[in-house]
Antibody, heavy 125, light 106 residues
Framework: EVQLVESGGGLVKPGGSLRVSCAAS????????MNWLRQAPGKGLEWVSC????????YYADSVKGRFIVSRDNARNSLYLQMSGLRAEDTAVYYC??????????????????WGQGTLVTVSS | DIQMTQSPSSLSASVGDRVTITCRAS??????LNWYQHKTGKAPKLLIY???SLRSGVPSRFSGSGSGTDFTLTISSLQLEDFATYYC????????FGGGTKLEIK
């Protein structure tokens, strides 16, 4: 059974940094593209970033480009999101998710097969 | 970015009802359209991919249709466990989601 467990969320001041993690189990982690998505309070879902199994392909949403860095450790079956220059609008529940297929048009994730339950990041002074 | 617009934003219905949710893309996305179900505090679940392909394990009362810019998710006979928020998502370009449709018990 696929399990994705996010951790590391918390309260951080504007301009601060935080790293969230995702522990994966129940599948061959190194074989899959992994993603971070988020949901701000009262808002819809937003894709944030993805990283291929070998870490050779990485994409970011424009809203986080230059501030967030995605990485993975296949030996530890773990996914990470290093967030810096945090803003109030980054306040959200952050989810990790698996993508098993690529879109033939943009060559990134096609859909998000399985998700974790999320970790809350609050950016506030 | 491709904008995805869902309607209605909320919907009240009863167990056994047939429900349809609409999703419109700001440009043609061919058949690169997926649907998710999300219950508060839980992990979102993939229901349908490529407009109409049901994910394994998803009940057959869920179905999807459409192409180009206009898409629908239909639940043929609502069950208690179906009350949740539903999102469409396009993968023609950088993924974007609709604003969600909250399905509530009447």
């Amino acid at each position: 059974e696929v399990q994705l467990v996010e951790s590391g969320g918390g309260l951080v001041k504007p301009g601060g940094s935080l790293r969230v993690s995702c522990a994966a189990s129940g599948f061959t982690f190194r074989s899959y593209t992994m993603n971070w998505l988020r949901q701000a309070p009262g808002k819809g879902l937003e894709w944030v970033s993805c990283i291929s199994g070998s870490s050779s392909s990485i994409y970011y949403a424009d809203s986080v480009k230059g501030r967030f860095i995605v990485s993975r450790d296949n030996a530890r079956n773990s996914l990470y999101l290093q967030m810096s220059g945090l803003r109030a609008e980054d306040t959200a529940v952050y989810y990790c998710a698996i993508s098993s297929e690529y879109s033939r048009t943009w060559h990134g994730p096609h859909f998000f097969d399985d998700w974790g339950q999320g970790t809350l990041v609050t950016v506030s002074s | 970015d491709i904008q995805m617009t869902q309607s209605p934003s909320s919907l009240s219905a009863s167990v056994g009802d047939r429900v349809t949710i609409t999703c419109r893309a700001s440009q043609s996305i061919s058949r690169y359209l997926n649907w998710y179900q999300h219950k508060t505090g839980k992990a979102p679940k993939l229901l349908i991919y490529d407009v109409s392909s049901l994910r394994s394990g998803v009940p057959s009362r869920f179905s999807g249709s459409g192409s180009g810019t206009d898409f629908t998710l239909t639940i043929s006979s609502l069950q208690l466990e179906d009350f949740a928020t539903y999102y469409c998502q396009q993968s023609y370009n950088t993924p974007t989601f609709g604003g969600g449709t909250k399905l509530e018990i009447k």
